[in-house]
């Protein structure tokens, strides 16, 4: 008996954009894996539809499962159907091998899951378009299919590779996939499921050969080939690998040039290896898009040759490294750069700021963030932006009906109505400005070298270049949720409220690989080390998720029963997290493993709290200007009190000196915790900021701007 199943725990809502499980049994077996979160309306509509085409006379019908990266081929062999259910994520491959299925009983099972779920929609109240759409698909798939010819097999190829060692690919069509006739519903995923193997080809006795789907193996392949170029850009000296995820798995070394396995070994430099990695992609590609035009317009293929010509590119434009002078590895952990001290070898006994001028009215309507550039100091919103000099003096304004979103170095992006500008906010004119259908900007600005990276609203990411502002790519979540961005290891890392983490491609906009996490993602994705770390949490849970930003791999995961109050601050092999229980702050330490090291209750006021790292050493500070300082292992070296007034903006760390907001703003040695010096803020604190050479600007609750430069310096040497 077939069964088609949607709905977790066969429940679901019935909204036409639910997320929940689909299942696939037969007899009581599971025949797709995994999909525990599809977009059911897209799903039921993708099954009508291949039920319709197959029911018109088709032969063959696709049905794509999105967030779990699988396809469901269905191939019809007189009154059967061969049902092929293959996996595009990693490591690309069917998942089973195929099941035969009668036609009859894949047409009922289909109408009476289809029929359970417009019941579902009608009971929920979906729009009358989405109930009408259903029905009238119902009806077309709801038909007895007619009798169909098989296709015409007998034709193979074989793709020699160019150079030895390489890999050779051998395919057959014995199905007669490439004849089937793709009148209603265009089957992409076809040309992935011709069946043949890889074998490897070397001028030594190296065994290796996989069999399979050659258009899946040679995707695996050409992943594997961007993986290798990738460990060249980055310097490293060996990989491990399994081609086409064929174990057992293959050390590369880089800088030596080998490949080893076990019973063999090769000398195959690296540069070859990625070249011969996505030859049979490349390969597969031009032949098949010679054989029919039509082909050539395949989406897998184009991608096949985009992704495989930008390997190409990449290995020759890799430059040479000798052989008796490798490149030294670069730390495993690398510190972040961090200001000098303020005086070296003495220990900071006073300090004195002068006050330099003061802007007035300068704050807007909403919250505003200050920061420091080189100007002066930016007051910056989510519409509006200010520069004003360290004397006082408002350089500039901008407004933004939009959005406006701000970088490293004062590069920004605003959105004008139908317009987006590139600047920068020390400058007067704008790099290029470019037409747009209106899209608002929110959260913030990720700068590569060639491109500018913004989160949209309704929820989206869009890339566009940096010097044209033409558009690259865009990302649209399957629904509207917040986005948080981060960047590391040539991906980009999109953290969603609904707890699931995306790694982007950041050249093209694919999707590479898709965590689903058990809790709201807190923030961005962190780096900490060749790992990312993201922090989530709801109510009096909290969970860190370690994974890989390459791949997606999960290192682990380890849940608390504890409130999250921040995101966490990665240290050498050491992770802090600062979390909160009953109200009082909490501070954790993880080994790289995922361990608890050590925890320790802080004595400090209420939240919310700020993290900072100094040396080995972690600073906590509350809003009522209370701080602490904690060694690397969790002893407690000062305590500071606090004020009465609550401050509205949070404590900074400059220059191994802790600024905090409260009556007064205090500078706080970090080693000692002694006060060196107290800035006035007799209008309260609602923004602080403060640059390298410790100049301090302050907006007070009247929206007015004062400006603080460092008068003198006082030390003692130890």
Known sequence: MLRIRIGQHWKHEGAAEALDG??????????????????????????LVATAALAAGQGMAQVSLPESGQELLLVRQGEQLQLHVLRLGRPAG????????????????????????????????APARVRAKARALLARADREPPAVAG??????????????????????????????????????????????RLELLSPQPATWEAHGMVGLLALELLRQGEEVVRALESGEHALHLSPAGVAPPWQLELVAGTVAAPGWAL???????????????????????????????????SDFTTRGRAVLAAVRALVARPAEEPRRPPPR???????????RGARVRRLSFLQRGRARGVAGEGTSELRALAPGFALVARSWAVLVTGTGEVLRRWAAKDGLVVGP??????????????????????????DHEGTALDGGLLVTGEQLLVTTRPSGIRAVDRLTGRELWCFLPQRPQRLALGLQAGRVLVASESGTVHGLDVAQGQVRFRIAGPLPCLGPPIPW????????????????????????AVRWRQEFQLSAAGPALARGARLRVLAHRDGAPVLLCLGAQGGTQWERSLPLGHGPWTLHADGDATLVAAADGSALRVDAQGRLDWRLGGQRTQAAAPAMLQRRVLLLPGETIRAVDARSGRVVAEIPSPGGVHALAATEALDVAVLDGAGDLTLWKLGASLGVVE
Request: hydrophobic share 50%.
């Open 409 to 434: 170095g004062g590069e920004a992006v605003l959105a004008t109505g139908t317009r987006w500008l590139r600047l920068y906010l020390g400058e007067p004119d704008a790099r290029w400005l470019r």
């Open 267 to 301: 000398a195959w430099p690296a540069a070859q290896l990625a070249e011969a990695l996505v030859a049979p992609a490349l390969g597969l590609a031009a032949l098949l898009g010679s054989l029919d035009s039509r082909l050539a317009a395949n989406h897998h293929l």
């Open 333 to 343: 952990h690398p510190r972040r750069r961090q200001a000098p001290e303020l005086q």
């Open 22 to 47: 689909f299942g696939l049994e037969l007899d009581g077996l599971a025949l797709v894996p995994g999909a525990s979160e599809e977009p059911l309306g897209l799903v039921m509509e993708q099954l």
């Open 529 to 552: 080390g060749n790992a990312s770390v993201v922090t989530l949490g709801r109510g009096d849970r909290m969970a860190l998720l370690v994974f890989d930003p390459h791949d997606g």
């Open 151 to 196: 296709g015409t097999p007998g034709w193979g190829l074989r793709l020699e590779p160019r150079a030895v060692p390489g890999f050779r690919l051998t395919a057959a069509d014995a199905p007669g996939l490439l004849g089937l006739a793709q009148r209603r519903a265009p089957v992409p995923v076809a040309l992935l499921a011709l069946s043949g």
């Open 94 to 125: 069917a998942v089973r091998a195929p099941v035969t299925l009668d036609v009859e009983a894949w047409r009922r099972a289909v109408v009476r899951a289809a029929r359970g779920w417009i019941e579902d929609l009608r009971a929920t109240a």
